[in-house]
């Protein structure tokens, strides 16, 4: 069993930063692969940031955010992080932290939420313009 629980959310001024984490906890061993998403109101879940984790080389940021947001992580505390700048209106999202042992058939941490089995209740981040 895998928890992950996110913190770091609130509101902020377009221009803004936040910094995003997800603690996991319980059976973390084997998870190759860590991400965040987001998602709007009326819109599908999208990858924002993917990395492996367990001696993996996948570091996948959307084109929306490459540039502004980074992923990282602390294996040590079993802690992935987002830090987000410049966040634009368009941010605004709910933000979910997901993890899983599963890649595609090159090896690579999948960018949809369709590789994923783990997920966290979400934390909300709104942009004000």
């Known amino acids: 069993q895998v928890q992950l629980v996110e913190s770091g959310g609130g509101s902020v001024q377009a221009g803004g930063s936040l910094r995003l984490s997800c603690a996991a906890s319980?059976?973390?061993?084997?998870?190759?692969?860590m991400g965040w998403f987001r998602q709007a109101p009326g819109k599908e879940r999208e990858g924002v940031a993917v990395v492996s984790t367990g001696g993996g080389s996948t570091l996948y940021y959307a084109d929306s955010v490459k540039g502004r947001f980074t992923i990282s992580q602390d294996n040590a505390k079993n802690t992935l992080y987002l830090q987000m700048n410049s966040l634009k209106f368009e941010d605004t999202a709910m933000y979910y932290c997901?993890?899983?042992?599963?890649?595609?058939?090159?090896?690579?941490?999948?960018?949809?939420?369709?590789?994923?089995?783990?997920w966290g209740q979400g934390t909300q981040v709104t942009v004000s313009s």
């Open positions: 997901a993890a899983d042992s599963l890649t595609d058939w090159r090896g690579r941490c999948y960018q949809e939420r369709h590789g994923y089995s783990h």
């Open positions: 319980g059976y973390t061993y084997n998870l190759g692969c």
